[in-house]
């Protein structure tokens, strides 16, 4: 039976997931959300120009649960454009993101609900499996809360698990960068906001791909710069600073 929601009552969470060429997990990704113990959700999917199945697999889902949304953008853009048009889009009065081949566990919209009611900005440990959802690394657990400098020098906050109060805080825009768009929406609110608050038990599921972007440190070195001079408009010494910080909390964060 298809799940209906008014579409004029506002949602109490908005989740934002950026799809592209994702029909290998997209579903599995969706059910997800729709086993939440917290119900009352939209979710925003914005698929950036995909070539394969994923968008017809995202409609013929979103015709049996209308809490989900799908728009479509007409050229591939990046994960930055897509995450920011659905928070354009987003109603609730929190704000989440997961992306097309991650997972959450039951409970993380009620547990991220409940500790945003105590602090606007709240993220989750989580699990590192691979694609085939096998393990991979240990678990990831986040620190109990970070700064603003803390995320400079390792970005602890995940687009899996942040979790933001946007009644309190605001809606706020990802930097149209290629790389670290995320972290640089974490640190606009960590500018005026003292912490992040960490929730220490896993609450999702990292799925390591192996073509994953994010595991190249070498490659991302350079972004990592430019992202510290041109982005956050940091000094050449304290670039370097933080560069060589990130260089090594990323390699112990993928040791094991």
């Known amino acids: 039976m298809a799940i209906k929601k008014p579409i004029d009552v506002r949602p109490l969470v908005s989740i934002v997931t950026p799809s592209y060429n994702s029909e290998k997990y997209i579903a599995e990704t969706i059910a997800s959300v729709q086993q939440q113990t917290v119900t009352d959700w939209e979710l925003l999917i914005v698929d950036d120009a995909s070539s394969d199945t994923t968008v017809a ?3 013929r889902l979103q015709a049996e649960d209308s809490r989900i ?9 990046g994960p930055a454009h897509a995450r920011n048009l659905g928070i354009q889009k987003a109603r609730g009065k929190y704000l989440t993101f997961l992306d097309a081949d991650d997972l959450w566990f039951p409970e993380f919209l009620e547990r991220s609900s409940t500790e945003a009611k105590k602090h606007p900005f709240v993220f989750a440990s989580y699990k590192r499996l691979d694609e085939n959802l096998e393990p991979y690394l240990s678990d990831f657990i986040v620190p109990e809360k ?4 803390d995320i ?3 970005n602890s906050i995940s687009c899996l698990t942040a979790f933001l109060n946007i009644e309190v ?7 149209l960068i290629k790389k670290r768009q995320d972290m640089g929406l974490w640190l606009q609110y960590l500018k005026k906001n003292d912490y992040a608050y960490g929730i220490q038990e896993p609450l999702a599921i ?7 972007l994010s595991r190249n440190k070498t490659g991302l070195i350079k972004y990592q710069w430019q992202f510290y001079r041109e982005v956050e408009q940091l000094s ?21």
Do not use: D
């Open 69 to 77: 949304k799908c728009f479509s953008l007409q050229e591939n853009k």
């Open 152 to 154: 400079l020098k390792s």
């Open 236 to 256: 050449v010494f304290a670039s370097a600073y933080y560069l060589t910080c990130w260089a090594y909390k990323g390699f112990v964060k993928y040791r094991n």
């Open 146 to 149: 970070v700064s603003y400098t």
């Open 206 to 212: 990292y799925r390591i791909r192996r073509n994953s």
């Open 169 to 175: 805080l605001g809606k706020k825009y990802m930097p």
């Open 57 to 59: 697999e995202i409609k």
